[in-house]
């Protein structure tokens, strides 16, 4: 078995979490390697001592990789998408960050799921990517343009708002007069979209959500739409430049520059262990049901 192992960051106190993820991996049988920058992070703090003898780096994935490993917090998973991109590797996000609606494998249980990993008792969920077109003059959008979560575009350096006129495939939607708008897909519901109003929408619904950002019009409100809808955007404002994300990825474009929306031809695979799911990891994180008289 071949695994791939990432994270953004190293945290101390998630030290003897990675040790013992590596030591439950350090098997003749499994071929780890370590994206580059994530094993000198390691290799630096001296919490982590045992010189593991069947590790090696990567800085690019293929499809020879049968899991990879996400250890952070959701952030990290996102970051995960980009390695994989269209290659269909399974992620077990390994949470050691905060609140987790992608990486839902709690850190103490690592010992615990390393042996139904690799025995391969686990579901996956495919999860919809959003591809981002437009005009080749924006390089920096052009390439690496898909996001697990959303694509949004935000007023830059102005407390003005700006003005996004929306289209759905060659139909007129509106125009939205606000700070900004949110494509999401369903994983990314629970994000940036879900702060600002937008609702939950479960991992399998073939659908997306625009959800406006503080709108001037106050029935602009959050809409459903297909999945296989074409969402094409222009921006007008009184700046010359506005900010374009797709999830952790920020460029800047010109002003009244057009972006083309649409669904990606793959989809990123996270693991699901049997006995957890969605529905399970929305009532835990979200504390629905805490009540005292529940």
Request: glycine share 8%.
């Amino acid at each position: 078995m071949k695994i791939g192992i990432y994270g953004q960051f190293y945290h101390a106190q998630a030290g003897p979490y990675i040790e013992e993820l590596l030591s439950s991996l350090d098997t003749p049988e499994i071929e780890v390697y370590i994206e580059k920058d994530f094993f000198n992070l390691i290799q630096q703090h001296k919490s982590i001592t045992k010189n593991y003898s069947h590790f090696s780096t990567f800085e690019k994935l293929d499809s020879s990789f049968d899991l990879f490993f996400s250890i952070g917090g959701d952030g990290t998973i996102l970051k995960s998408a980009s390695f994989i991109k269209d290659l269909g590797i399974p992620i077990v996000g390994i949470n050691t960050g905060r609140l987790g609606f992608l990486a839902t494998v709690n850190k103490e249980d690592i010992k615990g799921i390393i042996p139904k990993l690799l025995q391969k008792k686990f579901s996956v969920s495919h999860r919809t990517v959003l591809g981002l077109k437009t005009t080749p003059e924006n390089q920096e959008l052009c390439n690496g343009n898909f996001a697990l979560n959303e694509i949004t575009v935000n007023r830059k350096n102005s407390t003005s708002m700006i003005t996004i006129e929306a289209w759905l495939d060659d139909e007129y939607l509106t125009a939205y007069w606000a700070d900004g708008l949110i494509v999401s897909t369903p994983t990314g519901s629970t994000g940036y979209s879900l702060s600002c109003g937008g609702p939950v929408i479960m991992p399998s619904t073939k659908a997306l959500c625009l959800t406006p950002i503080a709108p001037h019009n106050l029935n602009a409100r959050p809409l459903i739409i297909k999945d296989d809808k074409r969402v094409t955007l222009k921006i007008i404002g009184r700046d010359e430049e506005f900010l374009v994300s797709m999830d952790s990825k920020t460029v800047t474009v010109k002003n009244h520059t057009t972006l083309q929306i649409e669904k990606a031809p793959f989809k990123i695979r996270l693991v699901e262990l049997h006995g957890d799911s969605f529905i399970q990891t929305i009532r835990k994180k979200l504390l629905w049901g805490e009540d005292k008289r529940n």
